[in-house]
């Protein structure tokens, strides 16, 4: 799969494979060195998160650790996006990507933008309930020029797992701090 921008540059590749043997695993428990973080709404968007309202799916960062970070996400549904065909609910990964981002600055104190990932399992399929989804995310610097992760997405209620996010790298980007978002 390929996605393009509208002058036809392609901007995105991936391998798309079913596989019918992906059975969840165990979901790693936060370790207690984790401190209580408090990001929340506002305080995560403008100068870290570019992201306007329409996309602000990381709706809190709850505990963060040198190995990593447990968030509250919103679905596509609690962010009013319409219903359709969806096979899987691209706010919660698009939510898992900014707490990557969070959490790196928090590493590096560099901003870093996604650039690869290894493997993405889907356990559930369609759109999340309009409620939330805790995320969390284990990994470690690459260095200081960026991180890798692994993170797996929850329902809040029943604590199923709904998808992995296996290998996903994160590299320092150009832009300055405090860059600030648009819509």
Same mark, same amino acid.
């Given at each position: ?78 962010? $009013?996006?319409? *219903?359709?065909? =969806?096979? #899987? @609910?691209?706010?919660?990964? &698009?939510?898992?990507?900014? /707490? ?45 020029? $960026?991180?890798? *992760?692994?993170? =797996?997405? #929850? @329902?809040?209620?029943?604590? &199923?797992?709904?998808?992995? /996010? ?18």
């Amino acid at each position: 799969a390929t996605l393009y921008d509208a002058a036809g540059m392609p901007r995105f590749a991936a391998q798309i494979a079913p596989d019918a043997r992906s059975q969840p695993g165990p979901v790693p428990q936060p370790p207690a060195e984790w401190q209580a973080a408090g990001w929340r709404g506002a305080d995560l968007y403008g100068d870290q998160l570019f992201h306007g309202p329409d996309f602000a799916a990381l709706q809190s960062v709850d505990r963060l650790g040198a190995t990593g970070a447990e968030a509250t996400l919103l679905t596509a549904p609690g962010l $009013g996006w319409p *219903a359709g065909p =969806w096979a #899987m @609910d691209p706010a919660l990964i &698009d939510g898992g990507l900014q /707490l990557a981002r969070m959490w790196g600055l928090a590493q590096l104190q560099k901003l870093t933008l996604p650039t690869a990932a290894a493997r993405f399992v889907l356990h559930r399929t369609g759109l999340s309930a309009a409620g939330n989804v805790r995320c969390l995310l284990q990994g470690e610097p690459i260095g200081q020029a $960026g991180t890798r *992760a692994n993170l =797996w997405f #929850m @329902d809040a209620v029943s604590g &199923d797992l709904i998808a992995e /996010l296996r290998g996903l790298e994160m590299y320092a980007s150009s832009e300055p701090s405090g860059a600030g978002g648009a819509g």
